[in-house]
């Protein structure tokens, strides 16, 4: 059996030791006011080293002898490589400390040298500004910094100032010149724009007139797209006149009569084949279920009187009017429309104008017969008709 320990061979432990002579060294307050004051008075002695401030030479004191007391570099139970590590530690602290002082004194400079610019710059727009303020109200300065545009007058025509002199008064001539226009340049002419310019100039051709040339469409579309296509198939837009749809499927082209072999080629390199049998005046053409219990004359009657209106809105839909008068006779001249239709609508575009009365033409006669005129109104009349006929 083993024998349990007495009291005398039973050790307390360090931490109890201290406990109780810290127990048996405090004092007891009697009653509880002695209890509270001691406890303000140990919060007081408390704040008042919180709020003690530390010194530089308590912190180096510190330091110091944190310094001594843990030199890990002189332990002698310090590995090697620990020692090692220390030291390079030590080392980059020193680097980074020179390389943060290098850089802001960096920054600092080209801190400074960018103000210095600028400074420099301001000064010298204030000059300009100063210098140029000084000039406007110098009036002795305009007199020989430029010379005016009645001097250069002088100087080159040798005839004094020129009778443009009152509006350039006062300019100089940098102010002159910026006010002249500069040329346009404009787009260079096409070789379509200038034949078309150079017919003007041609005699008419025999084959005078206009005519239609009927081809095969899918459907209905405006005007502009269809010239599109055309241009893409090296039509030339412009040369088709009036474009419009006189039936199911068929697209109806006015041109001139002299383009009519240029078109029919073009057509033909694209497998466009014209419609030569197309009659527009035909009942056959004619969709509208209205018109679906008609005889064939009635049908053909209603389709030749569409067909007219076609033409006469053809007519008033092109421009110029000198056109419109030439496509008005065409279509005389072919018997698309009527005397009475032609003369109302040439009526509609060229309206006649009151005609002045007749020109005397006396004094004329008078003056080659040798005979003087016996008015002033006649001297003038006779002046004016003389120069008319010279």
Known sequence: MTRAPTASIIKKPKSEKLR??????????????????????????????????????????????????????????????????????????????????????????????????????????????????????????????????????????????????????????????????KPVNRRPLSANAQKAAARAFTPASTTQGFKYIYIYTRGKEPRNVVRSRFRKIDINPARIIDIHFPAHQVMSLLIHNDYETDLLETLAQHDIVPLTNFDPKSGKNLNDIRYKEEDEQTRNAIAEELYSKRLINTVLRVTPMSLQVALTRSFLTQKWLTETQTTVLISHINPQKEKSPPRDTSVVDALFSGRAPNTSSDSQAAGDDAAMVQ
């Open 20 to 181: 109780s002579t810290v127990l048996r060294s405090r004092t007891v307050p009697s009653t509880a006011a002695e209890a509270k004051k001691a406890a303000m008075d140990a919060k007081k002695s408390q704040g008042n080293k919180a709020l003690e401030p530390i010194t530089e030479d308590q912190l180096d004191s510190d330091v110091e002898y944190n310094s001594e007391t843990e030199d890990y570099y002189s332990h002698p139970n310090m590995p090697s490589f620990i020692s090692e590590i220390f030291k390079r530690l030590d080392s980059h602290d020193d680097i980074i400390k020179k390389l943060n002082k290098s850089f802001f004194y960096g920054i600092i400079d080209s801190l400074r040298s960018e103000l210095a610019n600028a400074n420099a710059t301001i000064a010298k727009l204030n000059a300009a500004a100063a210098q140029k303020e000084s000039d406007s109200t110098d009036p002795s300065h305009h007199k020989t910094a430029e010379p005016r545009v009645e001097h250069m007058g002088h100087s080159l025509n040798g005839t004094g100032a020129s009778k443009h002199a009152s509006n350039t008064q006062g300019e100089s001539y940098a102010e002159a010149t910026a006010k002249t226009k």
